[in-house]
């Protein structure tokens, strides 16, 4: 795969951005891309090693090796095909995956591993240029139809594969647009939502039928998803994690997810009333992982004041740690292009109180450092550390801690079980529900994962929902490409 000596001639190159005080001045992308020559050769890196990890780091079992050498090979109308064979989206993984599928790249034991993601997101984008992504419509329908409640990631792969099988799919979305968190808790400088629009064309153009400001079990009838022959749930994880913390009904603490799509909303001319602003506030961030990260930037972009973010875990280290070796994700550090726009970043750090003036409007955070006792067998223990308290000016607090799991209400008026964590059950690899024509997929039952989790397991439940309507599938299964004409 890829030039025998490649990886000794080429090192990593990867994608520049645009310098820091003009890409802060919009909400477009502001990655410059290599040239075809550069991509080429990260494709020449691709080492024949014999056994390619990172289909293990990777969710959908990307057949890496193979589209790396076709784009060696300057064969990119081969790599496409190569890539959507196991990724209905790579558009999306391209820009928002972690890219797992690199921390296991065997070059990445003693080099720069094969930059995946970029190699990934040129195909795509030179598919989509040259016109070879076109509407795949069904030889035939099978008469069968099938409600999907949920168009991000995990509701549009399902709907995909199961549209491709024959099947009459409609996608029930309760915002105004299609994408789930991927129009509205996905800045636009991640990824402008044009690249969702454009595959929304094509799965349209295949047949599958969307209706938005279609909320099941709130203004759209459990009677009329019944109806259906079958029903996956993939509504994804959207109970808001929040804190215990006096002060956090106060005027200025606000759901990271609202600051977001408020944000992305009115980057498109929607109104939004009371818009939440961090324009020349002190701004704290709490909660460390992406979804803080992009708070970051946003609230860059609208000219905050001061920036500063809170984790109440230890700093990762700057190197993979010991505990997640190789091929494993890393323990490690990671510093986002919003973090280098500008933010004050702390770590081990508890919020003990929002403070606030007499009209109950937030004015400032106190705060105790901490540290985490380990004992074996036990959970770790939080120990708060005496004399640390602080008092930090905050005009606007953002709350980036994550989800909960799904809302219950569509479990409770269709009566499927849920674990612990309120998660929809239903079993890996089969993913039916108790009741046995509804599915679930993705965050709604898994929990809160990642893009390329949510995008297998739509393809992998829509396999499953065609077994069960049909009694055998044809639908691709994990690591199994499936035909792949030309190549």
């Known amino acids: 795969m890829g030039k025998t000596t490649g990886f000794k001639e080429f090192e990593r190159k990867d994608e520049q951005y645009t310098a820091v005080e003009k890409r802060v001045k919009d909400y477009k992308e502001f990655t410059v891309p290599l040239s075809d020559k550069e991509i080429t050769e990260q494709g020449s890196r691709c080492m024949d090693c014999g056994i390619p990890f990172c289909h293990s780091g990777c969710p959908l079992g990307n057949l890496i090796p193979d589209f790396n050498h076709m784009v060696h090979q300057g064969e990119w109308q081969k ?70 409640v949920g168009s991000g990631p995990a509701g549009l792969a399902t709907a995909q594969q199961l549209n491709r099988a024959g099947h009459l799919v409609t996608v029930f979305e309760r915002d105004d647009e299609v994408g789930g968190l991927l129009r509205y808790g996905i800045p636009n400088f991640k990824m402008e939502k044009g690249i969702i629009d454009r595959r929304v064309e094509i799965l349209k153009a295949e047949g599958i039928i969307f209706k938005v400001n279609s909320n099941v079990g709130k203004n759209v009838s459990i009677d009329e998803l019944k109806a259906f022959s079958a029903i996956v749930l993939a509504g994804g994880a959207t109970e808001r994690r929040s804190l215990p913390t006096p002060g956090i009904d106060a005027d200025g603490v606000v759901q990271a997810m609202d600051f977001l799509t408020q944000q992305t909303k009115v980057v498109f001319g929607k109104e939004v009333k009371d818009q939440v602003l961090a324009t020349d506030k002190n701004v704290i961030v709490i909660g460390g992982g992406d979804t803080g990260s992009d708070c970051v930037g946003t609230s860059n972009r609208q000219g905050a004041k001061s920036v500063i973010n809170f984790e109440i875990m230890p700093k990762p280290p700057g190197h993979r740690s010991p505990s997640t070796p190789w091929p494993y994700w890393p323990l490690q550090l990671k510093t986002s292009s919003s973090h280098k726009e500008g933010v004050e970043r702390n770590w081990l750090i508890n919020t003990k109180e929002f403070v606030t003036d007499e009209t109950g409007k937030l004015t400032a955070l106190k705060t105790v450092n901490v540290e985490w006792e380990m004992i074996p067998g036990q959970r770790p223990k939080l120990i708060e550390i005496e004399g640390t308290e602080k008092t930090w000016p905050c005009d606007l607090a953002l709350l980036a801690l994550g989800f909960t799991g799904p809302e219950n209400y569509l479990a409770k008026q269709l009566g499927i079980k849920t674990d612990a964590r309120s998660n929809y059950k239903a079993k890996y690899g089969k993913y039916q529900t108790n009741v046995s024509n509804i599915f679930s997929a993705g965050d709604m039952r898994r929990g809160q994962s990642l893009i390329v989790w949510a995008i297998s397991e739509g393809r992998e439940a829509a396999r499953q929902v065609d077994k069960y309507l049909m009694g055998k599938s044809d639908l691709p299964s994990k690591n199994m490409a499936g035909d792949l004409p030309g190549i």
Do not use: M, Y
């Open 79 to 148: 790599a496409s095909l190569i890539l959507h064979s196991t990724n209905n989206f790579p558009e999306f993984t391209g820009r928002l995956c972690p890219a797992p599928c690199e921390q296991a790249c065997v070059l990445g034991i003693i080099e720069d591993p094969i930059s995946i993601e970029n190699i990934e997101k040129n195909i795509v984008e030179r598919a989509f240029k040259e016109g070879w992504i076109k509407p795949q419509t069904p030889k035939k329908r099978t008469g069968k139809t099938v409600a999907i």
